[in-house]
């Protein structure tokens, strides 16, 4: 079958970091990723496993960065090679519905018994044993040997993972469903209370996400988006829906807006210098997760407030100064597991299927491209702000189709 | 072995190096000398001269007073709007006032400007005078006595269009404190219809006062202050007074502000330049020449 | 005025920091030349001192004064006059002159304002430049001089309301003194009268009355007092001032049109015809060294500029009375009869506006000089026709003064952001600013303009907004442009076709030049 393959490739690995210096696209070039039609599909590890032939799968930011080997070395243990990328899956099962995967590999899937605690109360997201049971090392389907992945023909699935897909969602929508778990996971962690002021941090795929989170659960609250290019600022407007009004500003204004909206005072200048405000934000999302805006995010928020790190993080340099002094309390947000809502324990994908049906999320998903052309499907989702799109996937419905097809970028 | 001296082969070269000797029986034409107030100081004004002491001024002037003085000029904006000549009248603490003046004073009448010097002091020997009208474009003035040749001269002057500098005192201070006026100043604006600029110095008596020949630096205040004018019905001796205590009212203002000074100076209380009457320790203690007590050099920049 | 044809040599428009020549269609263009400058008096301080001792309506200064009173002196800011005058300031001799006859009378508690409403506060520079040293260092050091605080929750007083219910607020020090003299510099006609006091030492409280958008669309043309709400709503405010028994006795004086004097930069005052070939050498060196510079060397060299202005009049007396021989005086030098209204008026902005100087003209600054000062410089009507287009020259970069414009970026991060509409403006955002702790405490501490100082630039031109059919900006940004809601154009040409499909084609076009200043008078 055919598949993109991530090989244990170290030189490749190192020479990737190198290129990303220059470019994204050289880093993908020179990167571990290679297409192969000679791939054995995976076999069955065990009993509830079933075989899917997926029929899209999305690029995400933490796919980029394993391409392009700037992924942390925190994960060599918990990965293993040779794996096919790719855990935003629609795929059909032999019965021939449609499914979403939800990739995590927890115990259940892996057929460790006794569970473990995380997962016994279905956050497994949560889930430490990611080397155990019948399943070699691998976080999630899509960075396990075993499993295969969505960027490729086939891959297999416990029964446990998959979600069925309503008529009334399309592919795209469907493919929605596993980011916007992601950014509900986060925007839900952030706890904010009603009248809060929250800053979004990024407008990509997450940061479109969490602003629809955060206007479905979260509203009345005063929200702060911050957007690099302009045509991000009417979608963030229409995702955030009639109950919250957001401010949407340049990533070099945000501070600027956060004074503004929390009325406090600044020393100093604010803009490049970086003022320090007396208030901030009480909850900032990052949703970007680079040293800029981990650093952005402790400045704009105020003393006793909260960062809650949607966006992946890697080797990050910088001051933590202002965490310490300002006393704010930083959370990650990874995956998804269950949710409470209005006291009600609910499975972070059951609420992303809401989401993402009365939001119609598929608007997100701009161009999809065939397996052959992966660079520049990489490429295009490196490059998304920038060229007018959000979210890149894999067609693989029509394995030769002349161009990446692009639905509803704008340029 | 021992040179022989120039002047010697001077004598030795005779004739033309050495004046012809007056054949006996020729009576010698007598000799004048055209010293004093009779000198003449018309060369220290045509070009060669003039701009030999400009230059001099601009350079070596400026950077000797600025060392020694390190001079602030004050209110020089109350000059603007006059474009004639002007009588400049100050104060008189030091050797150094003239040379100060000469290279503050705004242009244009820093540059033409004739100092008046007096004929005794400055003018009583040849090369003292030629120095004296060079460096400082100087001309003698008599103050013992009214002078009739010294008044219309320094009038002819200001109708060509020179500034004249009068210190009016007559000469340099022996205590810090004013003396009386003397009226040539006055005298001349009326007759010319020249305005007067009262000047105050501060400080120059701190830096070389009279009697002291090495200088030592301090900050020196110079203060302009407007024009005046004799008013229609106004006689020299009135005009005088007026211009004397133009610059006691500067001296006011140098030592507190303009609004303390012109408000002093509306109920008539303006400190006198003079100091006080009596000849005791006290007029030396309050002396404005006397330098601070504190001597040791300032950490801090002041 | 000069009627374009084909002979006609590419004018002089400004451009910012910069200048550009431009060659305007033939045949149906029009240029507005600025009048000459009038001759200034003999002696200025001769004919101050006359004013004072022989007002008009009013005892002689020197009568009002009497040794136990409370007297206030208040000047006008350094937004006047632009370029900033050479030494000696008018405000200066007037305020010596003043303070002359005090000093013989024998005041003591006297204080020096610097009415400047919700600008932004002077420096001790700026401040010793418009007073003179011997003043500043007299009255500064014991607190007697000093900048206006609008901001001051225990230095103002509201005073009363008007029959409109506008509240009449000013400093309480002015409001307690035995007597306001208030030192005009009326640069242009829309400077002085009622609107010295009321304006320049209210504020927010008073003057949110008539800076707003329904005062300026009622105001045709704020240089016409005649036609004028403003102003009509500062004579009120002045009547309430006047019936409260606060005594004001105004000084105003009115300056020539030499702004450039015979220096360098003498060649702007001049008719294109008119430049000898040293002036056209010294334009080109200036232009080629000026495009050379950074902008911030173009700032500092232009911002240096001190013009040698003459006093063309001084009048002393009774606020209304003093205040309309004034207004004569400034249209004798202003006023140039302009035949017709036209489709399309050309502007080139100057380096400096009121709001900008030794700062940044910003882009709300550069709308507010355009559509706002430049735009009702008229008498009458309006050079352009309703539904007309405005062009303008200006490179319109996003710069901003970080110190002096502060509400002024986040105005044009937020605000503009989401709308242009004036009233939606005032409407969503004004009080929000106006009351930020922020930009209160930058007011009153730092050099900043108040937080609602960029609205009332924009209400400045809204009488313009309403009137216009578009705007275009040659040399602009695109983007910052876009923002204030106009059309980006890179030259004069495709300016001139954007205007056509606005106005339809083959357009007439007047160009209207300023500085020096030029006041139309349109029949």
Known sequence: ?411 | MRLPSPLARVRAAGFPWTAAPTPRGVEPPPQVERLGDAYDTDWARRPVALWSRIAALESVGRVATRVTCRPTVHNLDRLGGNDGPLIFVANHHSHLDTALLLTTLPMPWRHELVVAAAADYFFDTAPKAALAAWAYGAVPMERRRASRRSADRAATLLEDGWSLLIFPEGGRSPDGWGQPHKGGAAYLGVRCGVPVVPVHLHGTGRVLPKGRTVPEPHAVQINVGAPLRPEPDEDARRFALRVEAGIARLADETSSDWWEARRRAAIGSTPSLKGPQQDTWRRDWHSPDRRPLDRRPRRWPS | MLDVDRSTPPVLLHHGEQFRLERLPADRSRIVYPPEPLPGLDDPDAAIRRAIEEPIDSEPLRELLFPDMRLTIAFDDISLPLPKMRRPDIRQRVIEAVLDVAADVGVDDIHLIAALALHRRMTEAELRHSVGDRVYDAFAPRGQLYNHDAEDPDGMTVIGETRHGEEVQISTRAATSDLIVYVNLNLVSMDGGWKSTATGLSGYQGLRHHHNVATMRATRSFMDQDRSELHRSNWRQGAVLRDAGIKVFQIETTVNNDLFGDGPLAVLAKREWEWTPRDRATFMGVKAGLDRMTPGGRRRILHSWEAPYALTSVQAGEVEAVHRITTEHVYDQQLVAVEGQTDVVLYGLPYVGPYNVNSIMNPILVMCLGLGYFFNMYRGRPVVREGGVLIMTHPTTDEFHPVHHPSYIDFFEQVLAETTDPIEIERRYEVGYAEDEWYRHLYRTSYAYHGVHPFYMWYWGSHALEHLGGVVVVGGDPATVRRLGFRPASTLADALEIASDLVGPSPSITYVKNPPIGMADVT
Not at chain 1, 105 to 121: H, Y
Not at chain 1, 352 to 365: D, N, P, W, Y
């Open chain 1, 1 to 411: 079958m055919k598949a993109l393959v991530i090989d244990r490739d170290l030189p490749r690995f190192g020479a990737a970091r190198l290129a990303a210096g220059l470019g994204a696209s050289p880093g993908t070039r020179a990167g571990p990723l290679r297409l192969r039609d000679d791939v054995e599909p995976p076999g069955l590890p065990g009993p509830d496993w079933i075989r899917l032939r997926p029929r899209t799968s999305g690029i995400c930011g933490s796919d980029l960065a394993t391409v392009q080997g700037r992924s942390s070395r925190w994960f060599e243990p918990i990965v293993s090679f040779p794996f096919v990328p790719g855990h935003e899956i629609v795929a059909d099962d032999p019965d021939g519905r449609r499914v979403v995967v939800e990739p995590v590999l927890g115990c259940v899937a892996r057929g460790v018994t006794p569970v473990c605690p995380a997962c016994a109360e279905g956050r497994i997201g949560n889930c430490g044993l990611l080397g155990h049971g019948h399943l070699a090392a691998g976080l999630q389907t899509g960075y396990c040997c075993d499993t295969g992945g969505g960027w490729s023909e086939e891959l297999v699935a416990h029964r446990s993972q998959l979600h069925e897909v309503p008529d009334e969602l399309d592919d795209h929508d469907a493919l929605m469903v596993e980011p916007t778990a992601c950014a509900l996971h986060g925007a839900l962690a952030a706890e904010i209370g009603p009248g809060d002021t929250v800053a979004v941090l990024g407008a990509g795929t997450l940061g479109y996400l969490a602003v629809a989170a955060v206007a479905r659960w979260s509203a009345p609250l005063r929200l702060l988006v911050s957007a690099r290019h302009p045509h991000q600022r009417d979608l963030v407007r229409s995702l955030a829906g009639d109950a919250v009004t957001p401010e949407v500003c340049g990533p070099d204004a945000l501070d600027r807006a956060a004074r503004r909206a929390t009325a406090s005072q600044a020393v100093g200048a604010p803009g490049h210098s970086g003022a320090r405000l007396s208030g901030g934000v009480d909850v900032t999302i990052d949703c970007v997760g680079s040293t800029e805006s981990i650093t952005q995010a402790l400045a704009v928020t105020r003393p006793g407030g909260r960062v809650i790190m949607v966006g992946m993080p890697g080797v990050e340099t910088l001051d933590l100064t202002p965490l310490w002094q300002r006393e704010i309390a930083v959370r990650g947000a990874y995956a998804y597991g269950i949710e409470t809502v209005a006291g009600q324990r609910i499975r972070t994908f059951d609420l992303a299927f809401e989401l993402v049906a009365s939001h119609r999320l598929g608007r997100l998903v701009s161009a999809t491209y065939p397996l052959e052309r992966h660079r520049d499907a990489l490429d295009h989702a490196a490059n998304a702000g920038r060229r007018g799109g959000t979210k890149v996937a894999f067609d693989l419905h029509a394995p030769d189709h002349p161009a990446g097809r692009t639905l509803k970028g704008r340029r």
